[in-house]
């Protein structure tokens, strides 16, 4: 279908006819200011072809002009069945009629049908998916009739092309059986494929895992019990075998054969400690008698030793006096000779004395000389300081000099000042009278200014006296008398009466304080340490010396005597320490001498004493008597080796003893500690194989292969829904792709004109795009911009349009003020898709964007007035 | 001389299932232990009946080494009850001498006089002219043949000899503990009682195992018996009669489905239709049946299993027939279709590794299921 002309009457603010003309194909623009009735031309088309003639609604009362009126409107169409006129109007005299080249078709009920069938049926037809009303720029808005209407256009269009998208994708069943899938899946698994919690995955597996470990403790307690039974038997047959009668009796024989064997031993022992004694009793004998012998002839030698020894050591004790003699005759020598050295040496020490005492003396005249004038200088220079420092005390010092001179500089500047500004009178006498004016201090000069202080009469020789009154005095006045006071005052207490007295003292007093300088000077190098140490110096020398000290040598020769002679008392000194050393030497000798004479005289004294007492022995009975002692030792050591040979061994009889003895009482002990503990095992046997252990293992077993086999199940039965889940998903949403694949693939270019890699994906309950895909990234649509999904909206209903129209089923696309928030940029793009999608297509698009729509191209649409049809 | 006797085993007393699977009413474990509980007095009265005053256990009357006291109490009370009645305890490999040396000692200690615990290889005068002969196993696992003893055993001229011992006379695992089948000839024992396998079986006219007198297994698929065993004299050849005491038939049903077979129909036939709550019945499907043959042979196995005592349907030998009338009650298009389509697939593909294939094929299965509960 196509329009080629609408007509509107009473009709919102077209009272009078209007008409829109020449609609062509493509696309068609009707580009008008607002409120021009742009949005009212599309109520009206919408009017027409949904609300029946016969309706009073809103949608028609809203049409009426505010003065009222019947809404009339008319549209000429194309169809592939020629051209038709449909005319409508409303409540006054509501009617419809549908006529072709003036002639009717059909009217009223019949023409409404006829339109009915023209849109495809249904509430909205295309125009749900094609006629964009204006505000509405997404997909998704309008009322919820209008929403639905266009979800029905939606599936109609895409089962008309490609299938109901039920029988594609499984519709409710394909949701009953998923919804089945997942909820049975979802008792046993979460999302992600975990046993949930409290399910019958996981109950099985805890089953499993509680049965493992049930099992486990009941093995172990088996294990125990076994243990213990095992334990039981053992010790019960050990118990058995020791308190077997014949174990019994064997332990008792064997304890009775070592204690009778042990016996047996230590009584030999004692035999054989009996045949030890006799055997060292024989010994001792023999040993005796054998010394006895050994003595008799040890002490005969022994005697003619000492004898031997004694003659020699009385020999060498004489030889050693001897020696001694002819030492103490040399050390004597010796010892005068060095006594003589000695007194030369004293002598020549003496004269030398002598000689420098004599030397001494002529010194210490000499000094007595210097000291003596020295000492009458230095008094006299010290009388010298007494009087310059009296003179130089006296006068202004320099201090009070310079006060004095300050006064006085003082005194000059405050005369100056009151000088300057005293009263002064000048004589200029006239030739010959030079002095005859006269001031009370003489007369004044010819034309010099005599400042006047104070009143003063100045006499004038032949006039009288001119009294000169300066009035309050002048300036200064007052200073200068002060200064004078201080200056009058300074001088006093100088004893000076002007300044220049004063330094005419002071210049005395300087001269002689330097005059005192000078002969404390001359002072200090007489007497550094002051007359009074050249006194004591002078006092200590020695009275000078009588005589002249010419009979002594020279204290040079003298020192050289004294050399000499203690040269020759060291030499004779040496030599007597030689001899006597060797005096003292001869001395020891004959000391050691004496000793060994001593000694051997001892000695032989000894051993006559010791020859005395065995003089009575006889050698030969000595002999007879070691002899027998010897056979007997023999005897004795032969029967104690016969004896020991024989002897058993005590250490192992009592080894064997004690092995024995342990062995029984081990034997007790064990039998002791076995009852006991047999009886705990008893107990602990008793309690376990009552709590039927075995049984209850053997159960736990049972329960737990049930247990893996139910757990097995359920996870085959979690495999076996998870499998039935992805094939069940996969196919949906390949059936989903295919379905809406006609729609993309229009789609895919119109979108690529914004974005070269744009896709959409599709939601099967609305039909519509639920997200883009763009630069990687999916989108959903209701997060984009405005412009962005008013951009998608408009390509979507150019797609929908291709595709009625490759169906067969063209229906103009009709979109009122439909990119307003497109920007300047894409504008471009989108006009270009409209041109695209119009071919072979209607689309008029009603804007008030006069300029932007200025490039869309296309035909131009009028809105002028008409002459009525009727 | 004529001696007769009751021949039985394996009691296993004190057993508790706990691998069989309580059904709603919670009470099948507890009725099978008291089935093997009542076997005691089923032995006496089977004895009464025969004219036996002996009943010889050979082996494993207890399951444990270690039963509780109220198993054991209780045992020997039973016994103590059938007063008329001897009872001779053979230790087998579950209460072997040593680990359960504690029920030994206590029927040794405590026991009543007509029980009797056989503690050793010396031959008794159980009855003037009969000498019994006992093989008791010392441990769990010996490593040799226990009944080699018996050819020294002397016992008095003219006493028959009845041999008592617990083995297989098949050696399974290598350890040497295999019982000759002629031990009866080499140790001249005019019989051989035997124990330990659960099963009826006659090695020699000797020697024999009378089974357990109440099954507790799938593998034999009859229920439990003992033998009368009568010795008219000696160097007769002893009579040996059956006498059925089990209370549980345990039987395993081969169910082989052939393509197009119906499955539910095919169960139902070969069903037993008789005491059923007394039969443990395991079913091993195998062969082949469709989607809809294995929904409904699940369908009939449930729809029969209340009635039995336990019904345990095994399909993991039953292959699964796939064809396009299963695909389309999915669906004929769509990606319902695509989905059991890639499914069938993959349960098909040889290449896949049998737990994927076995996965995708149950994963079929289920959406089957849900497509056919699903209303369209």
Same mark, same amino acid.
């Given at each position: 279908m196509k329009l080629r002309a609408i007509t509107l009457k @009473?009709?919102?603010?077209?009272?009078?006819?209007?008409?829109? @003309? *020449?609609?062509?194909?493509?696309? #068609?623009?009707?580009?008008?200011? #607002?409120?021009? *009735?742009?949005?009212?031309?599309?109520?009206?088309?919408?009017a027409l072809f949904f609300v029946?003639?016969?309706?009073?609604? !809103?949608?028609?009362?809203?049409?009426?002009?505010?003065? *009222?009126?019947?809404?009339?409107?008319?549209?000429?169409?194309?169809?592939?069945? +020629?051209t038709f006129l449909i005319s409508k109007r409303w409540l006054g005299k509501p009617e419809v009629r549908v006529t072709r080249a003036g002639v009717m078709i059909a009217q009223a009920d019949e023409a409404e049908g006829w339109i009915a069938r023209l849109l495809g049926g249904g509430d909205g037809g295309p125009s749900g998916l094609l006629w964009v009303r204006q505000g509405l720029n997404s997909l998704a808005e309008g009322s919820n009739k209008e929403q639905q209407a266009a979800l029905v256009a939606r599936r109609d269009l895409l089962s008309s092309v490609t299938g109901e998208v039920e029988e594609m994708t499984g519709g409710r069943r394909m949701d009953a059986a998923l919804a089945r899938c997942r909820e049975e899946l979802g008792v046993y698994a979460t999302g992600t494929g975990r046993p949930r919690a409290g399910g019958p995955w996981a109950d099985a597996m805890q089953e499993v895992d509680g049965m493992v470990l049930e099992r486990e403790a009941f093995a172990r307690r088996v294990e125990k019990l076994q243990t213990a039974l095992t334990e039981r038997a053992r010790l019960r047959r050990e118990l058995a075998d020791l308190e077997a009668s014949e174990a019994v009796g064997e332990r008792k024989a064997r304890l009775e054969a070592a204690k009778a064997a042990h016996g047996a031993a230590q009584a030999y022992a004692e035999k054989v400690t009996l045949a030890m004694r006799t055997l060292q009793v024989a010994t001792t004998t023999a040993e005796r008698a054998r010394n006895d012998l050994e003595n008799l002839k040890t002490i005969k030698n022994d005697y003619a030793s000492a004898m031997q020894n004694d003659e020699k050591a009385k020999a060498q004790l004489l030889e050693a006096q001897a020696v001694l003699a002819i030492a103490e005759q040399a050390f004597g020598a010796a010892v005068g000779e060095h006594d003589t050295a000695e007194r030369g040496h004293q002598r020549a020490a003496d004269l030398l004395q002598q000689v420098q005492a004599r030397s001494k003396a002529i010194a210490a005249n000499d000094r007595r000389r210097e000291l003596e004038e020295r000492l009458g200088q230095a008094n006299a220079a010290r009388q010298a300081v007494e009087a310059e420092v009296a003179v130089a005390s006296v006068g202004p010092n320099e201090t009070d000099m310079e006060h004095l001179r300050a006064l006085a500089a003082a005194l000059s500047t405050a005369r100056a000042l009151r000088d300057s500004t005293a009263t002064r009178v000048m004589m200029r006498y006239l030739p010959g009278q030079e002095g005859s004016l006269r001031h009370p201090k003489g007369p004044l000069e010819h034309n010099t200014a005599l400042p006047i202080h104070t009143d003063t009469g100045l006499h004038i020789d032949g006039l009288g006296e001119?009294?000169?009154?300066?009035?309050?005095?002048?300036?200064?006045?007052? @200073?200068?008398?002060?200064?004078?006071?201080?200056?009058?005052?300074?001088?006093?207490?100088?004893?000076?009466?002007?300044?220049?007295?004063?330094?005419?003292?002071?210049?005395?007093?300087?001269?002689?304080?330097? &005059?005192?300088?000078?002969?404390?000077?001359?002072?200090?190098?007489?007497?550094? !340490?002051?007359?009074?140490?050249?006194?004591?110096?002078?006092? $200590?020398?020695?009275?000078?010396?009588? *005589?002249? +000290?010419?009979?002594?040598?020279?204290?040079?020769?003298?020192?050289?005597?004294?050399?000499?002679? !203690?040269?020759?008392?060291?030499?004779?000194?040496? $030599?007597?320490?030689?001899?006597?050393?060797?005096? @003292?030497?001869?001395?020891?000798?004959?000391?050691?001498?004496?000793?060994r004479h001593e000694a051997a005289a001892e000695r032989l004294k000894s051993a006559g004493i010791a020859l005395e007492r065995l003089a009575s022995k006889d050698e030969a009975e000595l002999v007879r008597l070691a002899d027998t002692a010897e056979t007997e030792w023999t005897n004795a050591d032969t029967a104690l080796s016969q004896l020991r040979a024989a002897a058993p061994d005590?250490?192992?009889?009592?080894?064997?003893?004690?092995?024995?003895?342990?062995?029984? #009482?081990?034997?007790?002990?064990?039998?002791?500690?076995?009852?006991?503990?047999?009886?705990?095992?008893?107990? &602990?046997? $008793? +309690? #376990?194989? +009552?709590?039927?252990?075995?049984?209850r293992l053997q159960e736990t077993d049972e329960k737990l292969e049930v247990a893996r086999t139910h757990c097995a199940r359920v996870e085959r039965e979690v495999k076996v829904l998870q499998r039935l889940q992805r094939a069940l998903e996969a196919a949906r949403s390949e059936a989903r792709d295919r379905y809406f694949e006609p729609v993309a693939e229009e789609l895919r270019p119109l979108l690529h004109l914004l974005w070269p890699d744009a896709e959409l994906n599709w939601a099967d309950d609305t039909l519509l795009p639920q997200s883009l895909i763009r630069n990687g990234q999916e989108e959903p649509v209701d997060i984009l911009s405005g412009g962005t999904q008013e951009q998608i909206a408009f390509l979507v209903r150019l797609a929908f349009a291709r595709l009625l129209a490759k169906g067969g089923r063209h229906a103009p696309v009709i979109l009122d003020d439909a990119l307003v928030f497109t920007d300047d940029g894409r504008i471009e793009r989108m006009f270009d898709a409209l041109h695209r999608q119009a071919e072979g297509q209607q689309i008029i698009v009603l804007s008030c964007r006069q300029r932007a729509f200025r490039d869309l191209g296309g035909k131009a649409l009028k809105i002028t007035a008409a002459v009525d049809q009727e | 001389m004529i001696f007769r006797f009751i021949h039985s085993s394996d009691l296993h007393l004190g057993r508790r299932f706990a691998n069989i699977t309580e059904p709603p009413d919670g009470n099948l474990r507890g009725r099978l232990m008291e089935a093997r509980f009542d076997k005691i007095r089923v032995l006496a009265e089977a004895a009464r009946e025969q004219?036996?005053? %002996?009943?010889?256990?050979?082996?494993?009357?207890?399951?444990?080494?270690? /039963?509780?006291?109220?198993?054991?109490?209780?045992?020997?009370?039973?016994?103590?009850?059938?007063?008329?009645?001897?009872?001779?305890?053979? /230790?087998?490999? %579950?209460?072997?001498?040593r680990n359960a040396e504690p029920v030994w000692d206590e029927i040794g200690g405590d026991a009543p006089e007509n029980v009797h615990g056989l503690l050793d290889t010396s031959a008794i005068e159980i009855t003037p002219g009969v000498a019994l002969l006992p093989c008791p196993v010392p441990v769990r696992a010996t490593g040799r043949d226990l009944t080699e003893d018996l050819t020294r055993v002397q016992t008095p001229e003219g006493t028959l000899r009845i041999g008592l011992a617990h083995g297989g006379v098949v050696d399974f695992t290598d350890s040497g503990e295999q019982i000759p089948p002629d031990r009866d000839k080499s140790a001249g024992l005019d019989y051989l009682a035997l124990g330990d396998w659960h099963g009826r079986l006659q090695v020699s006219a000797r020697t024999q195992y009378p089974g357990t007198p109440e099954q507790d297994r799938f593998k034999h698929d009859t229920r439990g018996q003992c033998l009368a065993v009568t010795i008219m004299g000696l160097g007769a050849t002893p009579e040996v009669s059956e006498i059925e005491t089990g209370s549980f038939l345990w039987a395993e049903?081969?169910?082989?489905? %052939?393509?197009?077979?119906?499955?539910?129909?095919?169960?139902?036939?070969r069903l037993l239709t008789t005491e059923r709550r007394n039969t443990l019945l395991r079913i091993k499907a195998g062969g082949w049946a469709s989607l809809a043959g294995h929904a409904a042979l699940r369908v009939a196995a449930e729809r029969h299993a209340p009635e039995f005592a336990m019904l345990d349907l095994r399909t993991d030998g039953l292959g699964t027939l796939h064809d396009m009338t299963d695909l389309d009650a999915i669906d004929h298009a769509g990606a319902m279709r695509l989905a059991a389509e890639r499914l069938m697939a993959e349960a098909e593909d040889a290449t896949l590794a049998e737990e994927q294939r076995d996965i995708a094929a149950a994963a079929l299965n289920r959406l089957y299921a849900y497509s056919t509960e699903a209303p369209r």
């Open positions: @009473d009709v919102r603010r077209f009272t009078d006819p209007v008409r829109i @003309d *020449g609609i062509d194909n493509g696309v #068609n623009v009707l580009s008008a200011p #607002n409120e021009f *009735g742009k949005s009212t031309v599309f109520d009206a088309l919408r029946p003639h016969g309706s009073r609604g !809103k949608e028609i009362s809203q049409l009426r002009p505010h003065a *009222g009126g019947a809404p009339e409107i008319s549209v000429e169409i194309e169809t592939a069945d +020629g001119l009294l000169v009154l300066p009035g309050e005095g002048p300036e200064g006045l007052s @200073d200068v008398a002060s200064v004078k006071t201080e200056v009058s005052t300074a001088l006093s207490s100088l004893g000076v009466s002007s300044v220049d007295e004063a330094e005419v003292a002071h210049r005395k007093r300087k001269e002689a304080g330097d &005059r005192l300088t000078q002969v404390r000077a001359e002072l200090a190098a007489l007497a550094p !340490k002051g007359i009074e140490d050249l006194q004591r110096q002078l006092a $200590t020398l020695p009275a000078p010396a009588a *005589g002249d +000290g010419t009979d002594l040598p020279a204290e040079e020769e003298a020192a050289k005597n004294l050399d000499n002679a !203690k040269a020759l008392a060291a030499e004779r000194a040496a $030599t007597r320490d030689a001899v006597r050393e060797r005096r @003292d030497d001869a001395r020891m000798a004959r000391v050691q001498a004496q000793v005590i250490s192992t009889t009592e080894a064997t003893l004690k092995r024995v003895q342990s062995v029984s #009482n081990a034997a007790h002990q064990r039998i002791d500690a076995l009852r006991p503990a047999i009886a705990a095992l008893n107990e &602990r046997i $008793t +309690g #376990n194989s +009552g709590e039927a252990v075995e049984e | 004219g036996a005053g %002996h009943v010889l256990l050979a082996g494993d009357t207890f399951d444990s080494a270690t /039963p509780s006291l109220q198993v054991l109490r209780q045992a020997l009370a039973a016994m103590r009850d059938a007063a008329d009645v001897q009872w001779w305890l053979l /230790p087998g490999n %579950h209460d072997n001498l049903l081969a169910l082989p489905l %052939h393509e197009g077979e119906d499955a539910a129909a095919a169960l139902d036939a």
